[in-house]
């Protein structure tokens, strides 16, 4: 039983690893009067709109009068992660203390013990992933189709520009 939870804690601490693995890119979120919302990485900014490469790879522009809102996010932990990240801990630290009850006799105080630590670790969970939700908010532009509003607040945009190349996709 050492063996399993030893191996589990190493999963959480490699899960932990990956997901500050791809903090330095910033996520671009478009809520659209016409258009469903549009996550990915904001390419081009210009003062008549934006033009997003979303996560399947699609190049979607944007104009002005089209933009409810625009969210920029740094990438990073996320509030589900966090608090499925508190619970298999505290599940799994629970476990390993009723592992120590060999002889049995305590099975319903282990299991109180277990239900307590699932719970609190849900708790702390939800707390780191609320805290990091709001500190990975970088800007949020609220253009509700106003052009003059567009026009003045473009500038705060280019900072969160991905230099990187387009995603090209060939079909066979």
Do not use: C
């Amino acid at each position: 039983m050492r063996i399993v939870l030893t191996l589990f804690l190493l999963f959480l601490f490699f899960t932990a690893k990956s997901q500050t693995e791809n903090i330095g890119d910033y996520e671009v979120k478009v809520i659209s009067y016409q258009f469903k919302t549009t996550k990915g990485h904001l390419k081009k900014v210009n003062a008549e709109g934006i033009g997003i490469e979303d996560y399947k790879g699609s190049y979607v522009i944007f104009r002005t009068a089209d933009i409810k809102k625009i969210i920029i996010r740094k990438r990073g932990l996320t509030l589900g992660n966090a608090v499925a990240s508190g619970t298999l801990l505290g599940l799994g630290i629970g476990g390993g203390i009723w592992s120590l009850d060999e002889s049995g006799e305590n099975a319903t105080d282990m299991a109180k013990l277990t239900i307590a630590l699932t719970a609190t670790g849900a708790v702390v969970g939800t707390a780191v992933g609320g805290i990091s939700e709001l500190s990975n908010r970088k800007l949020t532009l609220k253009v509700k189709g106003n052009q003059d509003y567009f026009k003045n607040n473009h500038q705060r945009l280019i900072k969160y520009v991905n230099p990187s190349e387009e995603t090209i996709h060939v079909n066979n």
